[in-house]
């Protein structure tokens, strides 16, 4: 039996990607700027929405650095995050020296929770800290409740950084995400939905927002013949080489989102006959997820005792790939001083949850291995 490893999320080519750094070769564009930069930008711009400006840079974790640093971020100050969601994040704050403060999902997006996410506003706001920043993130792709949470950054006048990494082409009411926030952040790192092989974009509101972001990741160079710098640097462009890579990507971006979804819908059908294990969806049609990752989760007490790890054991031993879903950050041993609002949903997706293989290159051969190791399993 064909035995090689099913991954969660693999790299997908569309096939031009190697034409564009061909290119860059021939013209000597070996450098982290150059025309597929410009050109990478300007299709993220044309597909995520007219008015954005994107600035491509290195990595998502670059993005929401200097995101927060353009949001006034600093030493001592307080920004509000999802607690259930990667670390790349969160650690940001700790750059800059200020302190995250984290709050639980809500059980239908599995973001962030509108009404815990109010009383910390209110008891940060109390004991005298009006926090600087909310970090919400779509997680898996799946938006989070765009309008609460909106609403509220408007109401306390908190801006919202919008960490978009995982949910290029999701949709809340027909509009992309990454243009809900002050700042949208974007990753290409490789096991997104298109990958760059690493890299990351920050999706501002102004052109002169976005010259400042690739101002700051350009070493802060000030308008001289030598080089001269007024204000701290960083080196965070993207080489036009991933950039690339990136523009071959755009050209299959959407073909990607419809093989995810169709992934996803392949888990629907399966789990619908099978009792303890929920699939992982959209709560209303306002919510369109690109489903980068399908997730399950799993209520020992319906599935005759089979837990989320009996079933992670039992998919790696026939070499799928799956893993549990994101440890929240308040769980964090890096994390352990930091203030947390909210109950225990996001702990116990956690405790409960699995990410199962949802790449749009699954083979028809890998598609049927899964469901012979899940057949196996529950059956
Ligand atoms: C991947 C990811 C990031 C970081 O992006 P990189 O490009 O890997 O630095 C940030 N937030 C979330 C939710 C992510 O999944």
Known sequence: MNNTKIWLSSPHMGGTEQDYIKEAFDTNWVAPLGPNVTGFE??????????SHVAALSSGTAAIHLGLMLLGVGAGDEVLCQSFTFSASANPILYLGAKPVFIDSE????????????????????????????????LYGMPFQVDAIQALAKQYEIPLLEDSAEALGSTYKGRKCGTFGDFGVLSFNGNK??????????????????????????QSRDQAPHYQHSEIGFNYRLSNICAGIGRGQMEVLDDHIALRRKMHDFYVDY?????????FHEPSSDFYSNHWL?????DPNL?????????????????????PLWKPMHLQPIF???????????????????????GSNLTAAEKARIQEALDAFFK
Do not use: M
Not at 108 to 115: A, E, Q, Y
Not at 307 to 322: G, H, K, P, S, Y
Not at 336 to 358: I, Q, T
């Open 193 to 218: 939905i298109i990958t760059t092989s690493g890299g990351g974009a920050l999706v501002t509101r102004t052109k002169a927002l976005k010259d400042r972001a690739v101002f700051f990741a350009t």
């Open 336 to 358: 352990a001083e930091s203030p947390y609002y909210g109950g225990k949903v996001a702990e116990s997706l956690f405790d409960n949850g699995l990410c199962l293989p949802s």
């Open 294 to 298: 399908s997730a399950i989760t799993i």
């Open 303 to 323: 599935t005759g005792g089979k837990t989320r790890e009996d079933l992670r054991i039992a998919l790696e031993q026939v070499n799928i790939e799956c893993r």
């Open 107 to 138: 059980p239908d997006t599995w973001n962030l929770c509108p009404i815990a996410l109010e009383e910390a506003i209110q008891d940060r706001i109390a004991k005298g800290k009006k926090p600087k920043a909310i970090i919400g993130v779509h």
């Open 42 to 51: 300007n299709d993220l711009e044309a597909y995520i929405a007219s008015d």
């Open 271 to 279: 789990f619908a006959n099978i009792d303890g294990v929920k699939i």
